[in-house]
Nanobody, 126 residues
Framework: QVQLVESGGGLVQPGGSLRLSCVAS????????MGWYRQAPGKQRELVAT???????NYADSVKGRFTISRDNGKNTEYLEMNSLKPEDTAVYYC????????????????????WGQGTQVTVSS
């Protein structure tokens, strides 16, 4: 069973920094796109940043120049470095990954699914 586990959230003052991590585990053959999303109270979940298997990145305008997404393919891990945090960055942050799994039921099979982490709270407040 594939799962994503996040860590690194917490309380930080405006202007501070946090680093989120997300580790994928299970019967993973490969991971294509990975990303971070966030959901603030009363709002819809929104994209923060994505990174392709080859390292191409995409950011929401609201975080460009402040957040950096990266990944370590050997460790099936993605990161979100968040600097110059603002109160409006307060939200639950979710990691996402498109994962190809492998399984065996007499023959090998491969399936691709979207997976989400459980979410980690980031609060920016003085």
């Amino acid at each position: 069973q594939v799962q994503l586990v996040e860590s690194g959230g917490g309380l930080v003052q405006p202007g501070g920094s946090l680093r989120l991590s997300c580790v994928a585990s299970g019967s993973i053959l490969s991971i294509s796109s990975m990303g971070w999303y966030r959901q603030a109270p009363g709002k819809q979940r929104e994209l923060v940043a994505t990174i392709s298997a080859g390292g191409s990145t995409n950011y929401a305008d609201s975080v460009k120049g402040r957040f950096t997404i990266s990944r370590d393919n050997g460790k099936n891990t993605e990161y979100l470095e968040m600097n110059s945090l603002k109160p409006e960055d307060t939200a639950v942050y979710y990691c996402h990954a498109e994962i190809t799994e492998r399984g065996y039921d007499g023959t090998w099979y491969f399936t691709e699914h979207d997976y989400w982490g459980q979410g980690t709270q980031v609060t920016v407040s003085s």
